[in-house]
């Protein structure tokens, strides 16, 4: 069902984090009028689509983000306004050609990526139909994903000693969306609750997570062991089991991890994943090694590809030429998969398929920097990746992707859990 663009126009908002982000709003000729919020992060990696920003120090020290609304408003708008698209794939590429970078740095991917959201929004509305359900049957048959909260912030995320960015809880075991939301929520409670009792800081980093003052990646997860029991949950894949994201290249320097003051090689770094793993319940690792350290991520495959979901995010960045690249070479065996990374919403689900149809699972995931926009709670039913991960069970921009789920369950049968 085609859809012609009649006004697009972008303003500057706030994100999550108090930094300048945009809000896109996509009319057409038949009335839909949708928005898009778009979202930004912290822990990058060096081939990411490029967003644009003003560095005025004179305005958000820099972060300003007008350049890239003018996109919007003048190239975009220009290129857009007046013509029919068939399909969200056929408007995406029109972005794509009037930007003519490889990694979208003319017109800035943060611009692109809010119009391609709000185009996949009109084209579902136009067909009628919810839009994780328009998303549907591109990548995989649509299921209720298994939520992945971070109740533990780290690493760029925080202004704590703690090196590892994410400790998240996940509710394998759950037998809903609805049910795993409650044990989040639950355990997160019994989180609080301990580090209160035991002195210890309760403010959150970027993520909604509380980041105590620890700097042992171990202690975070004796902490989550204890919360999940403390809870009446069980710790392991049948009930609750946990998940990390280091984001190792925010640590790596001169060919060392340094962690807690010290240095590590990547096999040393392999070395102490297994001992976590064999230790805790731990079912999944994000960035266990950084970016350029393509040889450590095959030996880290090679070590624990058959015992632990191993995601690549700044190593990958949602690029369907490098996923497929990490396929061939043996590198990790799953993919993080976010919008913003790649730039459009096509170029996400080629992604999605590509690490597929290598054997390769999918984990959606949102940004530090959140508006209350849902998409990916939408993207990540449609395409049946299994998992998602948007945060902790509180704070507005990241609950709302949880609520989704929610609703969707409430008015659907589809199936729920991993892949």
Known sequence: MSVTVSQVHAVEILDSRSRPTLAVTLETDAGQHVRAGVPAGASTGTREAVELRD?????YSGQG?????????GEILDRLRGQTFDGP???DHALIELDGTENKSRLGANAIVGVSIAAARAFAETAGVPLWKHLSGEVAEPRMPVPHFNVINGGVHALNELDFQEFMIAPLGAPSIAEAVRAGSEIYGAL???????GMSVGLGDEGGFAPEIAQPEEALDLLVEAIRTAGYTPGRDGVAIAMDPASSEFYHDG??????????????????ADIVERYPVWLLEDGLAESDWDGWQRLTE????????????????NPKIIAEAITKGVGNASLIKVNQ???VTETLDAMRVARDGGYAQFVSHRSGETEDAFIADLTVGSGSGHLKSGAPARGERVAKYARLVEIEDVTDLPYGLR
């Open 65 to 73: 983000v007008l350049q890239a609304v003018q996109s919007v408003n």
């Open 192 to 198: 609080r609750a301990l580090l209160h009792g035991r």
């Open 89 to 91: 794939s056929d408007l």
């Open 55 to 59: 560095h005025d120090p004179h305005r």
């Open 303 to 318: 070590r624990l590809g058959d015992t632990v979901e191993l995601v690549g995010d700044d190593i990958f960045c949602t």
């Open 256 to 273: 060392a991890y340094r962690v807690a003051g010290q240095d590590f090689t990547s096999d040393q770094m392999i070395d102490r994943y």
């Open 342 to 344: 790649i730039g459009t």
